[in-house]
């Protein structure tokens, strides 16, 4: 079994891949069996999709990890709201990290782009890692 | 502008956190495993961060309307887990008309914030 990426291991700076990922239907049925209905093609639905992809694509790029990783805080810009079929292209980079408090933090860049290379998203995922 | 967000509420309880894993791909023992989640600091099972975030896009777009803000940008910080079984709440107030910025927060049912910060709106086609 690969061992997980470990706080040791991330390098600032450094690009750690990237993944395509489509906005399918069953994101959107997934999504409305949480949040409901009501905002069903809506832009509060599409942003929410946003969020997902993005931690699909994080997930899927930094892997395998550690189990236990908390999230501290999010800086998310929606830059344009993602269409029901379209292929969202996730790229993750380390900006850096840092030990505070005896604790292993974080902080990946992850941007999304979507058909034609429009800008969806641009993330920074403060992470407390838990190795 | 609205002063104020229209508030969207969620009980996080675990066939929405399962469900939230599906949706994101995030099966973190941390959210869906009472065993290991009990010798963490989290000291037992929490929803996914990312969850309170997407509650506060429902609060955010359904207070604009749907054409009322292209570009979102939002800082939050999570300051406190949200516990399975919690009904969490998500809303805001406009804290600048200039800049066209709310602050923002996700609470429990307690009125102890959950995740806090702030949503900078600008027009599609400006700069935020």
Redesign the interface.
């Known amino acids: 079994m690969t061992q997980p990426i470990l706080w040791n291991d991330f390098r600032p700076g450094a690009s750690l891949g990237e993944i395509t990922q489509p906005f399918d239907d069953s994101l959107a049925s997934a999504w409305r069996g949480i949040f409901g209905t009501g905002d069903a093609g809506t832009p509060a639905e599409g942003a929410g999709i946003a969020i997902a992809m993005m931690m699909r694509g994080y997930l899927g790029v930094v892997t395998p990890r550690p189990p236990g990783n908390v999230h501290a805080r999010q800086r998310f810009m929606l830059e344009a709201v993602p269409r029901q079929g379209e292929a969202i292209r996730t790229v993750v980079a380390c900006l850096s990290k840092e030990m505070k408090r005896e604790r292993r933090y974080v902080d990946l860049d992850v941007r999304g782009t979507g058909e034609g290379g429009r800008s969806i998203y641009k993330g920074i995922l403060t992470l407390v890692w838990a190795a | 502008m609205t002063n104020e967000l229209q508030a969207v509420s969620?009980t996080a309880d675990a066939d929405?956190i399962r469900?939230?894993g599906?949706?994101?791909?995030?099966f973190?023992?941390?959210h869906i495993d009472p065993e290991?989640a009990a010798k963490?600091p989290?000291g037992g099972c929490?929803a996914?961060?990312?969850?309170s975030?997407?509650?506060l896009?429902?609060s955010?777009?359904?207070s604009f309307g749907?054409g009322a803000a292209?570009?979102?940008?939002?800082?939050?910080?999570?300051v406190k887990?949200v516990r399975v079984g919690e009904t969490i709440h998500a809303g805001g107030e406009l804290e600048s008309a200039d800049s066209q910025t709310y602050r923002v927060w996700v609470r429990g049912d307690d009125g102890v914030d959950r995740l806090v910060g702030t949503a900078r709106l600008s027009p599609e086609g400006t700069t935020?």
């Open positions: 969620l929405v469900a939230y599906e949706l994101t791909d995030d973190n023992p941390i290991f963490t989290m929490i996914h961060g990312t969850m975030i997407c509650l896009w429902q955010m777009f359904r749907d292209q570009r979102v940008e939002l800082d939050v910080r999570f887990p935020a």
